[in-house]
């Protein structure tokens, strides 16, 4: 006799939220799409709807919660960040794992979060919000101490992010968030300015089940000079041991009970200042340089398969994983490749890329730009051309295919 297979919620199944539908297959589960907003947002790679039994829009909560206890839907979460709030929503409504609504704005809006950490007595930056640029130059010479950064309120992949050294700098970058709409495709309607948090920035990576956590990655964000500017070159998987992983780790365990995020992932990027960590932002989604295959060859595990783990069979990720913390198997970088380059892509050269993806410790070469789109000169991570996921026996192999990288990287792209 064959049983029902258990049926979850993934709600904006965009960018690496595309990984979750297999592995919520592999265990033997279905999943139903739900769209936060009736048009795409196509800023991001969209879900493939194929790999969902059904593709449902939101239109009010009476409607999508009884679409979804139609398809006996067990479990809501995010796929992507927009998804945040609804799925929240949604899974407290229908009484599955959640991580309720009364904090859902602060994981989302930047100003909300930070503040929400503040009132729990954790280090954090100071900061200030407006929509008018004349506010946010008053704020920061009040301040007193420059640099100062200006950001959108709910972005990510440092879209719109400016480090500012003086007033007339503060303005420019303001009017620019201003003016512009975010990563999610929505427009900013207000500006965070923030100090300046000083040292190493790292990403802490967790799945959690009923508060117990497992703690999937701490990676170090190592930085360039680009085209005059201060951008993320690499990620950097750090052995679960070495300074300063087990405090930024004890930080975001913290964070977390602030943020009351007591079931599925986060993605946490923290710095490591003079005063100890301070976060920078918690999103309850995949990192977004997350790729299954390369994350099972160099720690054993990857966040979207320990998500569907921790929906689907919850006993069995606490046995294995509650309350623990990674292993690094062999080191490994994530390239984000910057580039001079500007303009339409005429051709991409495939035999360089071959020659890229033989290189010992690359393991997968992602190349972004198609023929026919747009090269920027980079300036932050959207604008990067290329990641370059590797992973080796030794750090030193890997750093060897790093350097001969930067003779090949350019050539990728005939614009």
Known sequence: MSSTP????????????NFLPAAFTRLGAQVVHVRSTPEWMTSMLLPNTADYIADLVFEDEEQIVKELRSHGVSAVLAGQEPGV?????????????SNGSRLSAARRDKYEMIEVLRAAGLHCADQFKSDDPQALVDW???????????????????DGVFICNTADEVREAAQQVLAARDIFDLPNREVLIQSYLDGEEYIVDTVSHDGHRFVCGVWKYEKTLVNGKNIYDKDVLLPADEFPVPELIAYVDQVLEAMNIRFGPTHTEVKMTSNGPALVEIGARLNGDMNPDFHQVCLGHNQADLIALSYMRPQEFLERYGDRVYTRRQPAVVYNAPSAQEGEVKAIDETVVREIAALPTVFLPSVKVPVGGRVRRTVDLLTSPLRIFMTGVTQEAVLDDYKRLQELKDKVYLV
């Open 6 to 17: 258990p049926v979850a919620a993934i709600v904006d199944g965009y960018s690496t939220g």
């Open 140 to 158: 920061a010479e009040a301040h007193g101490t420059y640099p100062v950064v200006i950001k959108p309120l709910s972005s990510a992949s440092t």
């Open 85 to 97: 709030p609804l799925s929240d929503r949604l899974s407290e409504l229908m009484g599955t794992a």
